[in-house]
């Protein structure tokens, strides 16, 4: 085992998953990059250096550069995987996805229902979401509720490096179309990891930390978030419950019930955008199935209802943050 990035992760996690299987292929825009010039054929290796590396061990027949056409890549994607291969197919920015929804929500999603469970699509779709690099309203979304709502599809958003590796293999292993979701904000971080391949299953969420006080449910980077304020309250002598969900669809949500009841006290932070999004979905599970268990209102950390700033104090105003959870968590302790 050794310390690794969660970009690192990723990219052990393909590397290792080609080797064992060639029908996986990668695809996407500048995934390999420097086609065509005299310099450095893998200049690139996706938007930030992901997939760099992946070129000179499997060649361009298996990681394929496309043109700027999200359409053609999420179709073509879809397609080898109902002829047998495995793609991983990188739609850049989340954002992106306006382009391409009809292949996922129409065609991809529904392909093993429509074909009565004969027809398997097992395409991994990477995509980076997320604010905090400045990246403005067209490449910092999160919209991973807008793929969880869509039965059919798998929803992966992992929170750090052990779980970047093994729910990517996990994923691009399944049978069933996933989208697997990378916050830009982490890829630097770091962890250990094993070297050895590994597998991380669906639909559990993990007890990142465990306490009698208050519940933090997370999910992508606001895991950490949630880590840290949990840390802070335990130097103020309060005990807290910290659940990264992992995965949003399949959800835990036995998982989610328990981490509830445990306390009755719930504080969720989502970066999604606040209408019909994660935490109003676990809110409302939480009130039906445990409602008798809660000692105090449901807290939701999220951003306002509108675009991501490009501005800096504004964006930095506008993402859930570390006082931020701490004050909701403060208003019902």
């Known amino acids: 085992m050794s310390v690794k990035s969660y970009r690192d992760a990723i990219n052990e996690a393909l590397l290792q998953e080609m080797k064992k299987d060639e029908n996986v292929v990668v695809m996407g825009e500048d995934v390999a990059g420097g086609a065509g010039t005299n310099g450095e054929q893998d200049a690139w290796g996706g938007v930030l250096g992901v997939t760099k590396g992946l070129l000179g061990h499997y060649g361009r027949e298996r990681v394929i550069d496309t ?7 999420l179709g073509m994607a879809s397609g080898a995987a109902l ?20 292949q996922i929500l129409n065609q991809t999603a529904k392909f093993r229902y429509m074909f009565g469970g004969k ?17 403005a309203s067209q490449h910092s979304q999160c919209l991973y509720p807008m793929f969880t709502h869509v039965p059919g599809i798998k929803v992966v958003v992992p929170s750090c490096a052990y779980d970047a590796k093994g729910l990517l293999i996990q994923s691009i292993r399944d049978d ?11 890829y630097d971080v770091t962890q250990e ?12 969420a993990n007890f990142t930390r465990e306490g009698k006080d208050i519940t933090f449910i997370g999910m992508g980077q606001t895991v950490g978030i949630c880590n840290k304020v949990a840390d802070k309250l335990k130097s103020e002598g309060k005990s807290a419950t910290v659940l990264d969900l992992r995965t949003l669809s399949p959800l835990d949500e036995d998982s989610v019930l328990e981490a509830a009841e445990e306390t009755g006290k719930v504080v969720i ?16 599970l939480i009130c039906q199935e445990s409602f008798s268990s809660l000692k ?20 930095d105003l506008y993402l859930p943050s570390e006082e931020k959870v701490y004050n909701a968590a403060k208003e019902i302790l």
């Open 83 to 102: 002829t047998g291969l495995r793609p991983v197919a990188e739609l850049m920015f989340v954002d992106f996805m306006g382009v391409c929804f009809d």
């Open 193 to 204: 990891v094993p070297d050895e391949s590994y597998t991380i299953p669906f639909g559990e």
């Open 67 to 73: 043109p700027i056409t999200e359409t053609a890549i």
């Open 269 to 284: 932070v989502d970066e999604s955008y606040p209408r019909c999004n994660m935490a109003t979905d676990l809110s409302a």
């Open 296 to 315: 105090a209102p449901i807290k939701m950390v999220t951003p306002p209802h509108t675009p991501v700033p490009f501005s800096p104090p504004l964006e």
């Open 176 to 186: 069933d179309p996933v989208i697997y979701m990378e916050h830009k904000n982490l």
């Open 119 to 135: 027809a398997v699509t097992p395409v991994t779709i990477r995509t980076m979401y997320g604010g905090g690099l400045r990246a």
